[in-house]
């Protein structure tokens, strides 16, 4: 264990205690009970004490899920619906990036667009990724299986990865990726090589996510594109579930963010043009498990018969808060001047 005296993404000392005792009920392998803070200088939130870089493997033991990724595009085996579906948005992709999809009906590059929640489910696929030109090189941190490097391959990026996780990063170099082993220090082998780095759910996992983030501009070129995806603190499913909320998952998740804190931390480490992606569609979700941590239960829910309502109408209101969605989904661009230090 190691303390932790000032914020993990500021610096600042200064700090309210958010909620104690947190336990363990993600995955049940983690002993122990946690104290998570709120910094009250930048807003972020982070454990004190935590596990050392050393000893968190514990608290994986049971935590990744090992499958071969699924990537199917051929619409083979498909109902007419949802071929002609899968056609159309092959349309959008094959036109947004720059992928070869079949089957194909190029009109989807025009519909998509006018369908905000499709086509950004297409576009989180691709985590919007620039069009690929020659040799664009894309390293996804925490690649898991690869299931997102193997789409951006297929719109012409060259992918590298790094995966702690030694059985996913097998799967993922069996499908011909080129995938580390190991933690993310291993990006300091790299200068000014990527063109885009992506992080999903990854960023809250880290013990020092602002010189990761040094680490990683260090490793794109400049005017690079960036996304991370990780759960907001600010969310109305923290709202209303508090020491419930699926997004906590302690000792995993070490630091919180929220929009303001991550884009403080962002400009601070070197990125601008930073923009924020309204991703509505896993409150349901999100609003489901807390429910039943809530109430004591299996935090799994089975899949119902019919929607529960109230997690449609929490999808909703993120909508109309989207500084109170469930996750901070961004988008940013590795500035063309160095990162200050501070
Ligand atoms: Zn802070």
């Not at 939130?45 to 595009?73: C, K, M, N, Q, V």
């Not at 719109?155 to 790094?162: K, L, M, R, T």
């Not at 302690?250 to 962002?266: A, G, K, N, Q, Y």
Request: charged share 20%.
């Amino acid at each position: 264990m190691e303390v932790v005296d000032a914020c993990p993404v500021c610096g600042s000392g200064s700090r309210s205690l958010l909620h104690d005792g947190l336990e363990d009920r993600i995955f049940f392998c983690a002993p122990g009970q946690w104290n998570l803070y709120r910094c009250t200088n930048c807003g972020s939130g982070y454990l004190d004490p935590r596990p050392t870089p050393e000893t968190i493997g514990i608290a994986y033991d049971s935590y990744f899920t090992h499958s071969a990724p699924e990537i199917a595009d051929t619409g083979g085996g498909l109902g007419t619906v949802r071929r002609l579906r899968r056609a159309f948005a092959n349309g959008y992709m094959n036109w947004r990036y720059g992928t070869a999809l079949i089957p194909v009906i190029r009109a989807g590059a025009s519909i998509a667009p006018l369908l905000p929640s499709l086509k950004r489910r297409l576009d989180l696929r691709f985590r919007y990724l620039p069009r690929a030109s020659e040799g664009s090189r894309v390293l996804d941190v925490g690649c898991g299986n690869g299931t997102f490097l193997r789409w951006a391959q297929k719109a012409g990026w060259e992918p590298y990865g790094i995966e702690p996780d030694a059985k996913a990063a097998e799967q993922a170099r069996g499908i011909g990726l080129n995938v580390q082993g190991g933690s993310v220090e291993a990006v300091r082998d790299y200068n000014h090589f990527f063109d885009a780095v992506t992080l999903s759910h990854v960023i809250e996992h880290l013990h020092d996510p602002s010189e990761t983030l040094r680490q990683l501009r260090q490793a794109m070129k400049p005017g690079a594109h960036l996304y991370i995806d990780t759960p907001n603190l600010n969310s109305l499913g923290h709202q209303r579930f508090g020491r419930h909320w699926r997004g906590l998952e302690p000792p995993r998740h070490l630091v919180l963010f929220t929009r303001p804190s991550l884009t403080e931390l962002l400009r601070r480490t070197g990125f601008d043009e930073i923009r924020y992606i309204k991703r509505t569609e896993v409150a349901g979700h999100i609003h489901s498990v807390s429910k039943h941590l809530c109430q004591g239960g299996y935090p799994y829910p089975e899949p119902k018969l019919f929607p529960d309502i109230a997690a449609r109408v929490a999808s909703m209101r993120g909508l109309l808060n989207p500084d109170h969605l469930e996750f901070v989904t961004v988008v940013a661009r590795a500035s063309c001047s160095p990162a200050k230090r501070s």
